[in-house]
């Protein structure tokens, strides 16, 4: 049955193509949502920039027909702005706001008040904002989240896989140097821990070719270091072996809290740019997201202000500095920093921007939506080496959670890719505190 969807402002920030995902059903955008955007398009940041990408998509359509009217979509739903209709809801729920607004206009619609309705299709209210789903449904309105770009976590790609094979064919990986896999069940780059099925203790690790040849091949690097940096695990071990290795355009390494994602990162990066000038510079660049309540404005330069975001990056550089110059570590630290082979920014300041050639980190991409994330991206420039690392389940913006945000939608979308390679993250590594709040808190 054909639907009508109401679409909150957020559904529109958090995708700017979302117009285009509700199949041959009609929208409706009541103006109220048309007034915040208005608000929003001078901002500088990333929801100014949707803002105004939104405002030109819908202006765009307007020579496709009147917006008051209803405008035809490709898929052969319609496309209606809507005015603010006489409020019909209960006094309990003020009318200057502008959720009550929409929800305003979809409780009419479901009264069957709206006049371009021509039969009874279910009205739905679609939001991020969990508040107003729930003042919707005391409406007795039917509401949902914006699900197009949602990832089931629990069956998340890891990147690693167990094989029990016969101890003749562990024998046989460990001389012929490869062993046939099945390309159906497992990936490019991925990594497989290979048990015997006889019960006895042979086992080997390999990773899958990304050349063609769906095969498994031993590890290239057998003992990788990196700044100083040797893993502690094998999730670790297998992580160095993807950001060593320049066949791959890009990584993602998800993990929680102290698993060391971040410093391993940090290390193989000065290794690749510092020491062996693979990448002309290493860029680390953060959402710049509060925990917390916000301390307001900063002041000083740029750089001077992305301090207080970058705590994580510059702990991290300090720590890897120290082990190398035990006696001037955070000499050391500064002198990366002023050489100019390390920059530091913000996702805000990417937009634009060209990068051949560098070695790029975005850290803690759990707080960019799928769009920022494709934004990111869109900056790699030719011999352009991008790592993603974060945790999903450590989220501060209001309208992301651990299936919609663009780390875990841009694990899922590149598994498979000969270009990626990807590794979770389970064990804590940082401190043994760490690694009970990890799991306990």
Request: charged share 25%.
């Amino acid at each position: 049955m054909k639907k009508t969807f109401i679409l909150d402002t957020n559904v529109l920030l958090h995708d700017v193509n979302c117009l285009h995902a509700f199949e041959d059903n009609d929208i409706i955008i009541p103006m109220a949502v048309i007034e915040e955007l208005d608000a929003f398009k001078s901002e500088g940041d990333t929801r100014g920039k949707n803002a105004r990408m939104v405002s030109r998509t819908l202006d765009e359509m307007r020579s496709h027909g009147r917006l008051n009217e209803g405008v035809k979509l490709d898929k052969g739903g319609i496309l209606k702005i809507e005015l603010d209709k006489p409020n019909i809801l209960p006094q309990s729920l003020a009318f200057n706001k502008a959720d009550n607004s929409i929800l305003n206009i979809a409780y009419t619609l479901s009264k069957k008040e709206g006049s371009y309705r021509k039969n009874a299709a279910p009205v739905i209210v679609v939001t991020k904002d969990i508040n107003m789903r729930l003042k919707a449904e005391a409406l007795g309105l039917a509401s949902q989240d914006y699900t197009s770009d949602k990832v089931n976590v629990d069956e998340l790609y890891t990147g690693v896989a167990e094989l029990e094979v016969s101890a003749e064919q562990i024998d046989a990986f460990y001389r012929d140097k490869k062993l046939p896999v099945d390309p159906a069940v497992y990936y490019p780059n991925e990594f497989i821990i290979l048990k015997s099925s006889d019960g006895s203790k042979k086992s080997a690790i390999g990773r899958v070719a990304n050349s063609g040849e769906f095969v498994l091949r031993p590890l290239s690097v057998q003992e990788p270091t990196a700044w100083g940096i040797k893993p502690l695990n094998k999730e670790q071990r297998f992580a160095m072996e993807l950001l060593l290795d320049d066949s791959l355009d890009i990584v993602t390494l998800v993990g929680t809290a102290g698993t060391g994602k971040t410093l391993i990162t940090l290390a193989t990066g000065l290794q690749r740019t510092m020491d062996e000038n693979a990448y002309r510079r290493l860029v680390v660049c953060r959402s710049i997201v509060p925990v917390g309540k916000d301390i307001g404005f900063l002041p000083g330069t740029k750089e001077e202000k992305l301090e207080a975001w970058m705590g994580a990056i510059y702990d991290n550089l300090a720590f890897l500095a120290d082990r190398r110059n035990p006696d001037e570590g955070e000499e050391k630290a500064h002198y990366l920093l002023d050489s100019g082979k390390i920059e530091i920014a913000s996702v805000t300041h990417m937009r634009g921007r060209s990068l051949p050639g560098q070695y790029m980190i975005v850290d803690d991409a759990q707080n960019l939506t799928p769009h920022e994330m494709k934004t990111i991206l869109t900056r790699a420039g030719e011999g352009t080496k991008v790592v993603v690392t974060g945790d999903p389940y450590q989220i501060d913006t209001p309208y992301l959670d651990v299936e919609s945000n663009g780390l875990t939608y841009l694990v899922d979308r590149l598994k498979g890719q000969k270009s990626h390679g990807h590794i979770t993250f389970t064990k804590t590594e940082r401190s043994h505190l760490a690694d009970l709040a990890s799991k306990l808190l």
